[in-house]
């Protein structure tokens, strides 16, 4: 469960310019929740998204995830949380184009103190088959299409099993067949029980959940 109560988060640019990404902002998550954020380009999404994801700390407000306050943890203790509670997918897909897929999804569990070395082929092998690209774990991810490589990052979001998974505008680079497969993918990491939180600027994107809000200037205003 996720509250984020009157979340204030700025960017300064060198001494002067202050814009405020995020204004007081309060949004409670439940567990199993497929959530949509919409808003314009420089809303504040990825901010948000950030923030909900343990990658940026608020300046003012309070985060509760699973009821551990996040502003107040360690720096090791929140490093510990984004690995093994939370996947992230990104547009442009963040993966090592040169190596392996399989590399591609060991990677992650190197890093994830509970997963013992054995483990990471068997766990590999799970997540791609349940992203359907089995035959490719060999293959260097340059070789794959767009929608593949989304399959890819997905599949690398989902091995050290979180409870939450955030995408941000996880479908903007691909056409609206790939999209739809790419949708149908978190439908069902969130029906076999992800919380799965979509930032996206596409409506066909936003309907498919199960809430959608929209932010505007840095404040949820629907
Ligand atoms: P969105 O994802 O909705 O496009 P962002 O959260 O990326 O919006 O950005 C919100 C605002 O904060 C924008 O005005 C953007 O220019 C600004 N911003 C985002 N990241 C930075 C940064 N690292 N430094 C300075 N300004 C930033
Ligand atoms: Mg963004």
Excluded: W
């Amino acid at each position: 469960m996720i509250e984020l109560k009157s979340i204030t988060k700025s960017y300064y640019k060198g001494t002067s310019a202050q814009i405020v990404a995020l204004r007081n902002v309060s949004l409670k998550i439940d567990d199993g929740e497929m959530l949509a954020i919409i808003g314009t380009s420089g809303s504040g999404k990825t901010t948000l998204l950030n923030i909900l994801g343990c990658l940026d700390l608020p300046d003012s407000g309070e985060y509760l995830l699973d009821g551990d306050l996040v502003n107040k943890l360690s720096k090791n203790r929140l490093c510990q949380i984004r690995n093994e509670r939370i996947g992230f997918v990104l547009q442009d897909f963040g993966l090592m184009l040169d190596r392996s897929i399989y590399k591609n999804l060991s990677y992650p569990m190197i890093f994830n103190s509970s997963i013992k070395s054995n483990e990471i082929k068997e766990r590999s092998k799970r997540a791609l088959e349940a992203v359907g690209l089995s035959s490719r774990v060999n293959s260097r991810c340059v070789e794959l299409s767009g929608g593949q490589k989304q399959r890819v990052a997905i599949a690398r979001a989902i091995v050290n099993e979180p409870s939450m998974i955030l995408a941000d505008e996880p479908t903007g680079a691909l056409d609206t067949k790939t999209s739809a497969e790419i949708m149908e993918l978190f439908k069902t990491l969130n029906k076999q029980g992800s919380t799965v939180i979509i930032v996206t600027h596409d409506p066909k994107v936003a309907e498919q959940c199960d809430r959608v809000i929209e932010i505007s200037d840095g404040e949820i205003v629907a």
